[in-house]
């Protein structure tokens, strides 16, 4: 870990980009925790580009759109309360993807995937489109392309998919671009984007001048390509945070033969074996010492950081947290609380443990953000 301190040590005041994993709303309220918690050490102004991937942007997407009023309220928990945790528990507790495949399958001409975006519209974005994300923090909202198979960007400058090209100053609302990144197949999927805008050619897209990938994106959850939301940000140097509320892989003794269920367990074997690849690929350079920042897991063990966690964690009480449902339906109080409370205690013991040079003048005392649902019991 020496390596890893010294270039930490070099790069305190390099950039700094945080990624926010996939997994419905177990990701969304884990995530919530953790960013309450870099918002108390100061780390949350500071960050420089922030990357989401399904789940992971539903609470991305809120707090883009909140982040010019925090910078007004200098960062207030107030401020964070009002406009981050109040809209977020308010969805979370609402039933989205039942009530979008049930209406998708009645209504013609309208897709689950469609409904979901006419929900985040409704009851969080409005009409906030990409070319309303603040400036001088880079928001990447990660969906895939089933047509090329790969990573579809959406950001204030630019939607991209390096085999296609770039769409530059996008004119799309957030609704449509969250729906995208969390079109989980086959129920959500795919979200089909019309007429997306001119692309403009780049070096190596083979299909720019193709009317069949240029005319329409059909797209699904970003997570099938990379859960972890990291490859907009393993390159930009400087100080890499990642929350990470993917479920982890469950063996079964008995397998379901029937089509859907065969599918759906090939594609979590699929998706396992690429979020581990990514994860080792992240570690291992931290522990050569080429990146500096922190990793934190749902289903981490707490005391495998080199800190002790400053809040006491019950393992009877965080074990099961990993393995909450990855849907987009009501979240009660508790489940709700708990996997915040999670999320944010992780979060400062990563970053105790493996990046405290990014806290300046001392980290302010850690306290459940959900007393009701404290973890030590």
């Known amino acids: ?103 998708g399958a009645l209504r013609p001409g309208m897709s689950a995937a469609e409904v979901v975006a006419r ?48 769409i530059d100053e996008p004119k799309l609302d957030l609704g449509t671009v969250v729906a995208a990144s969390s079109a989980f197949p086959p129920f959500l999927s795919p979200l089909t984007i019309a007429a997306p805008g001119p692309f403009v050619p780049l070096a190596g897209a083979v299909h720019s001048n193709d009317r069949d990938y240029t005319d329409r994106l059909h797209l699904t959850d970003g997570g099938v390509y990379d859960n972890l939301g990291l490859e907009p940000i393993w390159r930009t140097g400087g100080t890499v945070l990642v929350s990470d509320a993917g479920a982890p892989f469950q063996l079964v003794d008995a397998v379901e033969t029937d089509w859907i269920r065969q599918t759906l367990r090939a594609l979590d074997v699929a998706t396992d074996q690429a979020r581990g690849l990514r994860k080792r690929w992240l570690v291992e350079r931290y522990l050569r010492g080429e990146l500096a920042g922190g990793y934190w897991g749902i289903d981490t063990d707490i005391t495998e950081y080199p800190v002790a966690a400053a809040l006491p964690c019950a393992p009877s009480t965080v074990r099961p947290l990993a393995s909450i449902r990855t849907r987009l339906d009501a979240f009660d109080e508790t489940e709700q609380g708990q996997l915040a409370n999670w999320g944010y205690v992780l979060c400062d013991t990563a970053i105790a443990g493996r990046a405290p040079q990014l806290v300046r003048g001392g980290a302010p005392t850690a306290a459940w953000p959900f007393p009701a649902q404290a973890l030590g019991r």
């Not at 990624?19 to 309220?29: H, I, V």
């Not at 994300?133 to 204030?156: C, E, H, I, K, Y």
């Open 119 to 166: 929900e985040y519209r409704k009851h969080l974005f409005d009409d906030f489109a990409l070319q309303d994300l603040p400036v001088g923090v880079d928001f990447v909202f990660n969906a895939t392309n089933l047509q090329t198979g790969r990573l579809v960007r959406f950001s204030r400058e630019h939607i991209r998919d390096y085999s296609v090209g770039s």
């Open 1 to 103: 870990m020496q390596a890893m301190s010294n270039v930490a040590d070099e790069i305190t005041e390099g950039r700094i980009a945080l990624a926010l994993s996939g997994g419905g709303f177990r990701a969304t309220l884990f995530h919530l925790g953790a960013l309450w918690r870099l918002n108390e050490l100061g780390v949350l102004a500071r960050l420089d580009r922030i990357s989401c991937v399904s789940g992971g942007s539903v609470i991305g997407g809120v707090l883009a759109k909140a982040w010019e009023s925090l910078v007004a309220a200098q960062w207030s928990q107030a401020a964070f309360d009002a406009h981050v945790v109040q809209p977020v528990r308010a969805f979370c507790g609402r039933n989205v993807d039942a009530w979008a495949i049930g209406e």
